[in-house]
C-alpha cells in the first residue's frame, strides 16, 4: 500500500519510476503523480533539469529584443514553426509596426500582409489588434505599466483578452514580464508522460500547478527550463520515433527502457541513478 505524499516502497528514484506506472486516475480525471513526497519530486525534476542542462546550458529565452517583441510572437508563434514567426517579425519590423502602439493604429489588412508567413493570419493579424487595443487604451500603450502587478493577476488579465490561451498567457507572464508562471506545451506533456511522471492526457492548469509546485519558484529556472524542454522536444522526443538512444534524460525515462535494442530484446536496464548535485 502506498499513502498519498508517502513513499513508494520501491524508493523514489528515477530507477522505481521507470519501472511504475502512474496510479490509476479516478474516472476522467487526468492526474499527475502524488504517490512521491513533495522534496523527492522536487530532487527529480531538478535532475531532468540538470541533465537537460548539461547537453544544452542556457538557452537565452526569449529571443526577442523588448517585451513587445515577446508578446507579438508568443501570439504569432501559435500552431506554427518559430522561423515563419521570424520571417513576420521582420515584416513587421520594416514597416516599422513592431510596437503596440504603432499594431493599434494599422489597418488589419496591413498587419495581415505582414503576418502572412504565419498561417491563419487573419486571425493572428485579430488577435495582435485585439492586445495592442487593450494596453493601448487601459494603459497608454505602456507595457511596463500592464505588467505593475502579481503573477497572477496578471495572468488572469491576459487571459481575459482575445485570442490570449493559457500558453501564450503565461509565455508572455514569464519571459516578457520576468514573473514566475511555469509554461506548459505539447512537449512538456509528451516528455513527462514518457518519462512516467504524469498521465498523456492531464490538463493544462494541473501540470503547470504541479511543476510549480515542486520546482524552486525561481522565474530564471522556469525560464531555462521550459527552453530546454522545447529542446530535447525538438531535437530527440518527436511523436514517433524519439531518439532515445542519444537523449540525455533516457537514463531516467521509463519509455526509453521499454525501447528495444538491436537484437530485438528488451535493453538492460541502466546503471543506479545518481542525482546531479
Ligand atoms: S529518452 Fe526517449 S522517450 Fe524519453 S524523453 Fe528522451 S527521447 Fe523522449
Redesign the pocket.
Known amino acids: 500500500m502506498r499513502e498519498k505524499g508517502g513513499r513508494s516502497s520501491r524508493g523514489n528514484t528515477p530507477e522505481a519510476l521507470r519501472g511504475m506506472h502512474t496510479e490509476a486516475p479516478e474516472a476522467g480525471v487526468p492526474h499527475v503523480r502524488n504517490d512521491m513526497r513533495d522534496a523527492d519530486l522536487r530532487l527529480v525534476l531538478m535532475d531532468i533539469y540538470h541533465r537537460m542542462y548539461a547537453r544544452f546550458g542556457d538557452r537565452h529565452w526569449w529571443p526577442a529584443k523588448t517585451a513587445e517583441e515577446v508578446v507579438i510572437g508568443a501570439i504569432l508563434v501559435q500552431s506554427v514553426a518559430w522561423s515563419n514567426v521570424v520571417k513576420a517579425i521582420g515584416q513587421l519590423r520594416e514597416r516599422g509596426l513592431l510596437s503596440l502602439p504603432a499594431i493599434h493604429a494599422a489597418s488589419a489588412e496591413t498587419i495581415e500582409a505582414c503576418v502572412v508567413p504565419t498561417r491563419y493570419y487573419r486571425v493572428k493579424a485579430k488577435k495582435l489588434k485585439a492586445f495592442a487595443a487593450h494596453v493601448c487604451e487601459r494603459y497608454g500603450g505602456d507595457l511596463e505599466r500592464m505588467f505593475d502587478q502579481d503573477a497572477a493577476s496578471l495572468r488572469s488579465e491576459l487571459l481575459s483578452i482575445y485570442g490570449i490561451g493559457p500558453e501564450t498567457a503565461d509565455d508572455i507572464v514569464l519571459y516578457a514580464a520576468g514573473k514566475p508562471s511555469f509554461v506548459i506545451d505539447a512537449y512538456t506533456k ?2 513527462f508522460a ?2 512516467g511522471l504524469v498521465d498523456e492526457h492531464v490538463g493544462y492548469e494541473p501540470l503547470r500547478q504541479w511543476f510549480m509546485r515542486h520546482l524552486p519558484e525561481d522565474v530564471a529556472l522556469y525560464n531555462n527550463y521550459h527552453a530546454l524542454i522545447d529542446a ?2 525538438h531535437h ?3 511523436a514517433r520515433r ?15 527502457a521499454t ?1 528495444p535494442d538491436e537484437s530485438g530484446a528488451e535493453e538492460t536496464p541502466p546503471a543506479p541513478h545518481r542525482f546531479h548535485q
Open positions: 509528451r516528455i514518457r518519462l530535447i522536444g530527440y522526443c518527436a524519439p531518439q532515445c538512444r542519444v537523449c540525455p534524460l533516457a537514463p531516467v525515462c521509463r519509455h526509453a525501447m
